[in-house]
């Protein structure tokens, strides 16, 4: 995919106080909507599906959103026309899940957990406590089928990606990278801080399930401390490489 130019771009009123969403035209059949924040941007994110499942945004074949932005890609249709309506779309807040919050088990014993607990001034004990003690909400999907990308630490708990990914990090880790917690559903390179792993991570994707992903764009969720005797399945056996060692490679595809 070619890299976003000017053309066609719009700017809207958007669903906050900003100066609203910048429509960027991405080759010749694709849009990326750059919002001013998560919120904004998650509120966007509900605003496309709600439309598109409603039969008024035809001819989109795919939607990806991002941290701060909404890619429209396999667009049928002309696309600075609808970059034009895009950025006039009055947006209404995202509504929140009131439903009952999905609980993930958590061994607290990640490799980087005495970092971490460095990081946030307090006991590696305290790391536990203090993310089982957030309640989390699923801002977007992405990187990996299952992987969430939750929202719901405070600012002063925020941390950088690791200087140095790892080749491997094993499925069911769970992991702290800037706002966002995540849980690896499957083995792969990854550059987040690694404090702890679930038991059961074959549960966050299940192509036998409707929906196959445990962790839905909106939805709440609650980690809980587990006994430290559990294994991390991959759904073809154990694996608890979770060592501290970093390798020499960098994460492949989306930021993880």
């Known amino acids: 995919?070619?890299?976003?130019?000017?053309?066609?771009?719009?700017?809207?009123?958007?669903?906050?106080?900003?100066?609203?969403?910048?429509?960027?035209?991405?080759?010749?059949?694709?849009?990326?909507?750059?919002?001013?924040?998560?919120?904004?941007?998650?509120?966007?994110?509900?605003?496309?599906?709600?439309?598109?499942?409603?039969?008024?945004?035809?001819?989109?074949?795919?939607?990806?959103?991002?941290?701060?932005?909404?890619?429209?890609?396999?667009?049928?249709?002309?696309?600075?026309?609808?970059?034009?309506?895009?950025?006039?779309?009055?947006?209404?807040?995202?509504?929140?899940?009131?439903?009952?919050?999905?609980?993930?088990?958590?061994?607290?014993?990640?490799?980087?957990?005495?970092?971490?607990?460095?990081?946030?001034?307090?006991?590696?004990?305290?790391?536990?406590?203090?993310?089982?003690?957030?309640?989390?909400?699923?801002?977007?999907?992405?990187?990996?089928?299952g992987f969430g990308y939750l929202t719901g630490l405070p600012d002063h708990l925020h941390l950088p990606r690791r200087a140095t990914p790892r080749t491997r990090v094993p499925a069911g880790a769970v992991a702290l990278a800037g706002p966002y917690t995540g849980v690896y559903p499957r083995p792969s390179p990854g550059g987040w801080q690694l404090i702890g792993r679930t038991p059961d991570p074959a549960a966050l994707w299940d192509p036998d399930r409707e929906p196959p992903a445990l962790l839905v764009p909106g939805a709440r969720v609650r980690f809980v401390e587990a006994a430290t005797d559990t294994g991390m399945g991959t759904g073809t056996g154990t694996d608890t490489g979770m060592d501290k060692g970093a390798g020499s490679g960098s994460a492949s595809g989306a930021q993880a």
């Open 1 to 145: 995919m070619s890299t976003p130019t000017p053309d066609g771009e719009g700017r809207g009123p958007g669903p906050g106080p900003g100066p609203g969403p910048v429509v960027l035209a991405v080759g010749t059949d694709a849009l990326l909507i750059e919002l001013g924040s998560g919120e904004e941007t998650e509120a966007f994110h509900a605003e496309v599906l709600r439309r598109r499942s409603a039969g008024e945004l035809p001819g989109v074949r795919e939607v990806v959103p991002g941290a701060r932005t909404v890619l429209l890609d396999g667009i049928a249709r002309e696309t600075a026309g609808l970059a034009r309506e895009l950025a006039s779309w009055p947006v209404p807040p995202p509504l929140r899940a009131t439903g009952p919050a999905v609980e993930i088990p958590v061994v607290y014993d990640g490799p980087d957990l005495d970092d971490v607990a460095r990081a946030w001034g307090v006991a590696a004990a305290e790391v536990a406590a203090l993310h089982s003690g957030t309640e989390f909400r699923v801002a977007f999907c992405g990187f990996a089928p």
